[in-house]
């Protein structure tokens, strides 16, 4: 597989068919649970079975691991990647016509933060976006326009945005988050979160900077969002597009390794001057 073509043109196609999956199919739930809890929608059976029948043949892929699948699935012994996606992340807004997302990351070998090799999102709002990384590179924007992916900007982050996307339950909060997170909006920082993930991040990315933040709480002590398929395709994203990603260690993202193909942590997505800030009130310089 040439990494970037290959992987960014199948992406592209299968994004306009998950569209199309949105706005045709119903938003109605199927009687299952996913690994993780969640309800099953029929839409996130539909956007997982279209990925796996884009991907499953294709002789580099070892094993497909999805949000909306139990167990890892084998696909082609001599395959040297593992792709990871979450289908239709932000599915439960779907309903109330937010904007959602799709999120796929590349690993060759046992999935884990160093062995991701690429990455990308589709963001379905408005118009559809994709954004896609190769390890190193700097990401690439591209816009769905009259029948062509347009390529737009290199995504290049600044020092500081005024940006915050703070996720969890407030009830929940540890004190610590509560004190920092009303600090930055006391500067002037302005809430910007939609319950989606793709495009919460997608705006601190697009707007140069800010901090987009899922942290630990009490009622859910690692989080809720999923290494494998959620937090580490961003991870490796925004280290590309200059800005950074940690975990409420101070540690990045890409240093952790995974125990199990649905484990979740704490995470912190942002430019530098808020992840520094971040790190002082977390007490973890
Ligand atoms: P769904 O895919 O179940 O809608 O969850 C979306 C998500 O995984 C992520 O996109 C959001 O950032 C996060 O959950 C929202 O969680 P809260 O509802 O707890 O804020």
């Not at 199948?10 to 199309?20: G, K, R, S, T, Y």
């Not at 930055?184 to 302005?190: A, K, Q, T, V």
Request: charged content about 25%; proline content about 4%; overall charge negative.
């Amino acid at each position: 597989m040439d990494r970037s073509s290959r992987y960014g043109d199948i992406n592209q196609e299968v994004a306009l068919e998950i569209h199309a999956l949105i706005i045709n199919e119903d938003t109605g739930y199927v009687d299952k649970t996913n690994a993780t809890g969640d309800q099953q929608l029929k839409l996130d059976v539909a956007c997982d079975l279209l990925i796996e029948k884009a991907f499953r043949d294709n002789s580099d892929i070892y094993a497909l691991i999805s949000e909306e699948k139990e167990d890892v699935m084998r696909c082609n012994s001599e395959g040297r990647y593992t792709l990871c996606y979450d289908p239709l992340d932000g599915s439960s807004i779907v309903d109330v016509n937010l904007a959602v997302g799709a999120i796929f990351a590349i690993y060759e070998g046992e999935p884990s933060g160093d062995t991701i090799v690429g990455a990308s999102y589709v963001v379905f709002g408005p118009r559809i976006e994709v954004v896609t990384t190769i390890r190193d590179e700097a990401p690439t924007r591209y816009r769905y326009i009259d029948g062509d992916y347009q390529v737009f900007h290199p995504i290049v982050m600044g020092n500081k945005g005024h940006i915050n996307a703070s996720g969890g339950s407030q009830k929940h909060w540890q004190d610590k988050h509560i004190t920092f997170i009303h600090v930055l909006f006391s500067e002037g920082y302005r809430l910007r979160y939609s319950g989606g993930m793709v495009p919460d991040l997608h705006q601190v990315l697009v707007k140069g900077g800010g901090l987009f933040s899922y942290p630990s709480t009490t009622d859910s002590p690692n989080g809720k969002l999923r290494v494998l398929f959620e937090v580490l395709p961003f991870a490796l994203i925004f280290e590309a597009a200059g800005g950074e990603a940690i975990d409420e260690k101070g540690r990045p993202l890409l240093e952790l390794t995974v125990t199990h193909p649905h484990a979740r942590t704490p995470c912190f997505f942002g430019s530098h001057y808020e992840i520094k800030r971040l790190k002082e009130a977390y007490g973890v310089v």
